[in-house]
């Protein structure tokens, strides 16, 4: 297939996969899609080390949101030898910590997830995305506000920094809220996903005709 440009989404990591593609080559991102995932910036080392008193309960605070997973994840070695084959355990917890309703992701899905991180190589392969943040925040201070539309797609855990990250990294972006919904979206509300993805996409349509 000779595709020249597309239209880009991503979700979580993804997201701040498919920004870097945009920035570094725009030519080929015609239109930019970000759920819940931007590209790491120099705010990510004001995380917590502990959590305010208070605030780390059952369900992500989020005002207050303890992501002790991102400092665990930095670790090397050591992840893989705990999690071997208990990936499951770590996978019921984040679930049940972000979403609204983590009924909506299936334990089909749920066991598909783990048997694939179950192995050392592979957590060892995704945490090493984790690993390259510092580089990540070192190339996005050289990096300008993207020019092509954006659409960023926030739930209930993220809509607070994208009201004010968004703005920062792109010039021409709208912002929808799926307020009912965690981190993981796509399970919670597809509908509302896809809602907004195809609403995005339509009015580009229409206005470059």
Same mark, same amino acid.
């Given at each position: 297939?000779?595709?020249?440009?597309?239209?880009?989404?991503?979700?979580?990591?993804?997201?701040?996969?498919?920004?870097?593609?945009?920035?570094?080559?725009?030519?080929?991102?015609?239109?930019?899609?970000?759920?819940?995932?931007?590209?790491?910036?120099?705010?990510?080392?004001?995380?917590?080390?502990?959590?305010?008193?208070?605030?780390?309960?059952?369900?992500?605070?989020?005002?207050?949101?303890?992501?002790?997973?991102?400092?665990?994840?930095?670790?090397?070695?050591?992840?893989?030898?705990?999690?071997? %084959?208990? #990936?499951? &355990?770590? +996978?019921?917890? !984040?679930?049940?910590?972000?979403?609204?309703?983590?009924? *909506?992701? @299936?334990?089909?899905?749920?066991?598909?997830?783990?048997?694939?991180?179950?192995?050392?190589?592979?957590?060892?392969?995704?945490?090493?995305?984790?690993?390259?943040?510092?580089?990540?925040?070192?190339?996005?201070?050289?990096?300008?506000?993207?020019?092509?539309?954006?659409?960023?797609?926030?739930?209930?855990?993220?809509? %607070?920094? #994208?009201? &004010?990250? +968004?703005?920062? !990294?792109?010039?021409?972006?709208?912002?929808?809220?799926? *307020?009912? @919904?965690?981190?993981?979206?796509?399970?919670?509300?597809?509908?509302?996903?896809?809602?907004?993805?195809?609403?995005?996409?339509?009015?580009?349509?229409?206005?470059?005709?």
């Amino acid at each position: 297939m000779d595709i020249n440009k597309a239209y880009v989404l991503g979700h979580d990591i993804g997201g701040m996969v498919a920004a870097s593609l945009a920035h570094n080559y725009p030519e080929v991102v015609e239109r930019l899609i970000l759920a819940d995932g931007l590209h790491p910036n120099e705010g990510m080392m004001q995380m917590k080390l502990f959590p305010p008193a208070g605030t780390f309960n059952e369900k992500i605070d989020l005002q207050q949101p303890y992501t002790w997973w991102m400092s665990f994840n930095q670790v090397k070695a050591l992840p893989e030898k705990l999690l071997e %084959g208990r #990936y499951r &355990y770590l +996978l019921d917890w !984040l679930f049940d910590y972000v979403m609204v309703d983590s009924s *909506k992701m @299936t334990d089909f899905e749920k066991d598909i997830y783990a048997s694939v991180y179950d192995q050392p190589k592979r957590i060892r392969a995704s945490n090493a995305w984790y690993q390259a943040f510092s580089q990540d925040i070192e190339d996005a201070k050289n990096y300008s506000k993207l020019q092509m539309p954006v659409l960023g797609i926030a739930s209930n855990v993220s809509s %607070g920094f #994208y009201q &004010y990250a +968004l703005p920062a !990294l792109a010039e021409n972006y709208e912002l929808v809220n799926l *307020k009912n @919904t965690g981190h993981y979206m796509f399970e919670e509300d597809p509908s509302g996903v896809n809602e907004a993805i195809m609403v995005f996409l339509k009015k580009i349509k229409l206005g470059d005709e």
